[in-house]
C-alpha cells in the first residue's frame, strides 16, 4: 500500500504513513496528543482538526456532528478523516488537551498524622578492620542497623557496589533505609525527599515533601497524557484490547509524565532528583494496571475482577521512574472492581473506621465511587458517572481551562456566568454544567424530567429575556443560549447535555441508595457527606441536593473535601500509622458490584429525574 506524507503545520511534525491512516493515529505516532473523548470512535466530535489538502472524502459522521461552517472551513474529525495523498494539517489549540492551562485541584483536607515516614537516613558506625581483626564491612553495617532496631530484610545491589567508594576513615557513614530495605549509602547525611501522586483518569496531581521536616516543597499537576486514548477507563481498557501493544504504550505515557512532573517539582524546590527516594501512588484500578504495565483487560468484562490488589512496592529503576534508582515506589491497595487506590487513600484521611455515625464518601470524577458505612461495616461501589464531569460528551463542554464557564447564578431573573481565568467564554466545564442546569430547573426552563420546555410553555413568571434564551436546535430539540462565541455561534446547553448529566448524577444517586439497602439503612440515618474529586470546591450543595445526586440530608452536612486522595497518598508518605491504616481499610471495606443487578437498574432509572422542588 502507497505511503503519503503528511505535515502538521501547527506543531512542525511530519511523517510518511499508508494509504488510508486517520489522523489521528498519524498524529499520535508523531507524539501529537489531540482530544479524544470517545477514544476514536467517531462519537465525541472533539478531534477537530483543519485539512489543508490531501484529506479523504467527507464520511457521514463528519457530515452529521460538524456544523455547516466548519465543513467550509476545511474542519474534520482526526479519527474519521483518512490520508489520501500528501496531507497539510493544522490542529488548533482547542484539540489539544495540554494547550490550555487547566484548574486542576490539588489541595484536600488536613493532615493530622504524625511525621514518621518508611525513609529514614540513619548513622551507622564503621568497624575497619585490621590484621588482627576481621570484618566484613556490608556485615557489621548490617549487624550495627540490627543493633538500632531496624531489620534489613532486602539491599539494594548498587548499594552494595558502590559501599567502597562510601567508606573512608571516617567513624560512621550514613544507611538510607525504605522500610525494610537498604536502598544506599552515604558518606554524609543525606537529603530525604518523597512524593505523593494521585493518578486520576483524566487527571495527574503530585506534592513534593521533605520527608525530615513534613514540609510541602512543590505541587504539580497535569492532563492525564492517556486521555488522547479514551476519556474514561472504558476507553482506557478499549485501547489497550484493539491497539497490539497498547498497554505498553499508555504505561509509557505515564512513566513519561511521571518523570516529566518530576523534573517540574524538583526544579521548583531546587533539589537534586536523586535525593527524591519515595513515590506513594494512588489511582483507581485501570490506572493502577497500567501504571505496573499490567493488561487491565479483565475489569472490562464480568465479573470486572482486578489482577491484583497491592500495595505493590517496586524499585524505581524497575519502573524507570527517575528518583533515586533505588528509591521505593509504593502503589496503594485497591478495595474491588473499579474502586481503586484512590478511594483507599480518601478513607485513610477521613474517621469513618472509628465513627459510630453513618457516613457517605462521594468521589465525583470520572470513574465515580461511593462508600457508605460507620465503623462497624464499610460498603464500597463503582458508580461511574462517565467523563460528563470533564466536559466530555457536552456539546461545548471542556475541561475546566481558560473561558470555561464554571459558574452561573440567576440574579434578578437573569443569567450570570463566571468563567476560569475571567476569560471570554469558549465552553462549559463540570461546574459550570451543574450550575446551569440547576439555576434553569429552578428557574423553570427544564422540567423534572430533564426536558427543555419550548418557550410557549414557560411559566408566564419566566422573564421574557430568559424566554429567549430557550431556541429550536437545528436538529430539532429546544436548548438553551448561554454565551454568544461570535456573530454565528452561541455556547448553548442541549437537552443531549442535560440528559447526561442525568445520567452522572444517576449512577451516583442509585449507588448510595443500593449501599444504603445492603446496610438495611435510610437517608435519614446519614449523618455526613463529604464529596471528594474532580469539582474540588466548585459544587454547591444546594444544587447536587435540588437535582437529586444526593439524598436529602441538610446542607450544613455536606463537606467538600477537594483532592482527598492525593491528601491520602501524603498521608502514608509521611506516616507509618497512616499506611498501616490504608492497609487495614484494604482488607476490612466490601466491595459491592452493583452492574447487572435488576434493583440497580430500578434505582437506576428512578434516580434520573430531577428532585422535585417542592419536596425541599
Known amino acids: 500500500m502507497p505511503e503519503h506524507k503528511i505535515t502538521f503545520l501547527s506543531q512542525n511534525k511530519s511523517g510518511f504513513f499508508e494509504h488510508g491512516t486517520t489522523l489521528r493515529d498519524a498524529a499520535l505516532e508523531l507524539g501529537i496528543l489531540i482530544e479524544s473523548s470517545c477514544a476514536g470512535i467517531g462519537t465525541c466530535a472533539k478531534c477537530k482538526v483543519v485539512v489543508k489538502a490531501g484529506g479523504s472524502p467527507l464520511t457521514e459522521a463528519e457530515k452529521q456532528l460538524l456544523s455547516r461552517r466548519e465543513l467550509e472551513k476545511g474542519v474534520r474529525l482526526a479519527c474519521r478523516a483518512e490520508i489520501a495523498e500528501e496531507c497539510l494539517c493544522m490542529v488548533p489549540d482547542t484539540s489539544l488537551p495540554f494547550a490550555q492551562e487547566n484548574r486542576i485541584q490539588v489541595s484536600g483536607v488536613d493532615i493530622l498524622s504524625e511525621l514518621q515516614p518508611e525513609v529514614r537516613a540513619l548513622p551507622v558506625p564503621i568497624k575497619h578492620p585490621t590484621l588482627g581483626k576481621k570484618y566484613f564491612y556490608f556485615d557489621q553495617l548490617l549487624d550495627a542497623l540490627r543493633s538500632s532496631g531496624v531489620e534489613v530484610q532486602d539491599s539494594d545491589p548498587q548499594a552494595i557496589r558502590d559501599l567502597p567508594n562510601v567508606l573512608s576513615h571516617h567513624e560512621q557513614l550514613y544507611a538510607v533505609v525504605c522500610g525494610k ?8 547525611q543525606p537529603e530525604l525527599y518523597g512524593v505523593a501522586v494521585d493518578v486520576g483518569t483524566t487527571t495527574v496531581a503530585a506534592k513534593l515533601l521533605n520527608l525530615r521536616t513534613g514540609e510541602v516543597l512543590s505541587v504539580n499537576s497535569a492532563i492525564n ?19 497490539p501493544g497498547g498497554t505498553r504504550r499508555l504505561h509509557q505515557l505515564l512513566i513519561k509524565q511521571l518523570n516529566a512532573m518530576l523534573e517540574n517539582l524538583t526544579a521548583q524546590a531546587d533539589i537534586r532528583l536523586e535525593d527524591v527516594y519515595q513515590m506513594v501512588i494512588d489511582g483507581n484500578t485501570v490506572m493502577q494496571h497500567l501504571a505496573l504495565n499490567v493488561n487491565p483487560a479483565k475489569l472490562g468484562t464480568s465479573p470486572f475482577a482486578p489482577i ?14 527517575r528518583i533515586h534508582p533505588a528509591g521505593s515506589i509504593e502503589i496503594m491497595p485497591n478495595l474491588g472492581g473499579y474502586v481503586g487506590s484512590d478511594i483507599t487513600a480518601v478513607l485513610t484521611v477521613l474517621e469513618i473506621d472509628c465513627s459510630d455515625d453513618l457516613q457517605v464518601v462521594v468521589d465525583l470524577g470520572t470513574n465515580g465511587e461511593v462508600v457508605v458505612g460507620n465503623k462497624d461495616r464499610m460498603l464500597c461501589c463503582s458508580s461511574p458517572a462517565g467523563p460528563a464531569w470533564e466536559g466530555a460528551c ?32 469558549i465552553g462549559i466545564c463540570g461546574s459550570g454544567l451543574l450550575d446551569l442546569v440547576s439555576e434553569f430547573y429552578r428557574a423553570g426552563l427544564i422540567q423534572a424530567s430533564g426536558r427543555i420546555l419550548p418557550p410557549d410553555m414557560l411559566s408566564e413568571k419566566v422573564l421574557d429575556a430568559l424566554k429567549n434564551r430557550v431556541q429550536k436546535s437545528d436538529n430539532g430539540p429546544f436548548e438553551i443560549r448561554i454565551a454568544q462565541v461570535d456573530d454565528e455561534r452561541w455556547i448553548t446547553l442541549t437537552q443531549a447535555d442535560v440528559r447526561e448529566l442525568q445520567l452522572a448524577k444517576a449512577a451516583i ?58 491528601t491520602g497518598a501524603e498521608a502514608v508518605l509521611r506516616s507509618k500509622a497512616a499506611r498501616e491504616k490504608a492497609a487495614r481499610l484494604a482488607r476490612s471495606v466490601d466491595y459491592i458490584e452493583i452492574s447487572g443487578r435488576s434493583d440497580f437498574q430500578d434505582a437506576f432509572v428512578e434516580a434520573i429525574a430531577f428532585r422535585q422542588l417542592a419536596e425541599k
Open 509 to 566: 444517586a442509585s449507588g448510595i441508595d443500593l449501599l444504603l439497602k445492603e446496610l438495611d439503612r435510610k437517608p435519614s440515618d446519614i449523618a455526613e457527606v463529604y464529596i471528594a474529586g474532580a469539582f474540588g470546591n466548585h459544587v454547591r450543595s444546594q444544587d447536587v441536593l435540588d437535582l437529586g445526586m444526593l439524598p436529602m440530608v441538610e446542607q450544613e452536612r455536606i463537606h467538600f473535601i477537594g483532592n482527598a486522595a492525593l
Open 225 to 243: 497524557a492517556q486521555t488522547a486514548h479514551g476519556a474514561d477507563v472504558v476507553g482506557r481498557i478499549y485501547y489497550c484490547e484493539r491497539h
Open 394 to 425: 457536552i456539546s461545548w463542554g471542556m475541561r475546566a481551562a481558560n473561558g470555561a464557564i464554571e459558574r452561573a447564578e440567576m440574579i434578578d431573573g437573569e443569567l450570570q456566568i463566571k468563567t476560569v481565568g475571567s476569560k471570554p467564554p
Open 308 to 321: 491484583l490488589q497491592g500495595p505493590v512496592s517496586l524499585s524505581a529503576r524497575e519502573l524507570d521512574i
Open 181 to 188: 530495605r537498604l536502598a544506599a549509602f552515604c558518606q554524609d
